[in-house]
């Protein structure tokens, strides 16, 4: 499997929001889309998925044009978990309601397992949820209709670090257990940082410089970048300790490998 974002431009009315986008991503891999609130990302992860349509370029997968109408091959999972359920349905009816095959409740309790939740919230609806749980619910969903490739756009934003940190490590347990692959859209290195293999730079609806190597200290390439370390690196922000846990995770998981 391998999305490719070919030279993807986007202008809504006269104006410019996206020029000359152009990445691939390939199966099981985790990349990051960085930058400020206003360069792109969100719009960039809306003609991913097919809900926008491009201006200029096209987005191809495993080589073939995707539209989205196709099947749910490639799937959003929103910042505000919130207003992307139906508040009137159950925890059952959300996970239920997209999948075009039966699902038997033991599939969703299973489903619930793996984002570690169980069987107790099947029937709870989404205001009896903490933003954490209900992002968990998220993840279940689009887990359950078994996509390619999962963008997170800004899904973890918001959260309490504590909780942040859970889902981070959910996030890569999931990976590995189902080698998914996603694409992590953020405006915090940390939590890119965290769990990408590498991290695209937006600015200014451009994709501007891309980071592969972690070393110390950073190769920067662009402006843009610089300011987006430089608001990470402060060293009593209680996100700077995610890294630090995540590194152990994977440790833990190559450690259980051997």
């Not at 918001?158 to 405006?187: A, E, N, V």
């Amino acid at each position: 499997m391998k999305i490719e974002c070919r030279h993807v431009s986007k202008q809504f009315d006269t104006k410019p929001v996206l020029q000359n986008c152009h990445f691939s991503v390939k199966q099981g891999e985790i990349v990051g889309i960085m930058g400020e609130s206003g360069t792109g990302k969100s719009t960039l992860a809306k003609l991913l998925v097919g809900l926008e349509q491009a201006s200029a370029g096209e987005i191809l997968l495993d080589g073939k044009p995707y539209h989205g109408k196709d099947g749910a091959r490639i799937l959003l999972v929103f910042q505000d978990a919130l207003h992307a359920v139906n508040p009137l349905f159950s925890v059952k009816d959300i996970l239920t309601e997209a999948t075009k095959d039966a699902v038997s409740v033991e599939e969703i309790v299973a489903i619930l397992k793996e984002v570690g939740l169980d069987e107790t919230y099947l029937t709870k609806k989404p205001r009896q949820l903490s933003g954490g749980q209900l992002q968990r619910i998220c993840i279940a969903r689009a887990l359950l209709l078994q996509p390619d490739v999962i963008i997170f756009d800004e899904a973890l934003s918001g959260l309490d670090p504590l909780i942040q940190g859970q889902l981070l490590r959910l996030l890569y347990q999931l990976k590995i257990k189902h080698q998914q692959t996603y694409i992590f859209i953020s405006h915090d290195f940390n939590l890119c940082y965290a769990l990408c293999h590498r991290i695209l730079v937006m600015f200014d609806g451009q994709i501007v410089d891309e980071i592969t190597d972690f070393s110390d200290p950073i190769e920067v390439n662009h402006p843009a970048t610089q300011n987006l370390l430089t608001q990470s690196q402060n060293p009593k922000h209680p996100k700077c300790r995610i890294r630090k846990m995540m590194a152990t995770i994977q440790q833990t998981h190559e450690g259980e490998q051997k």
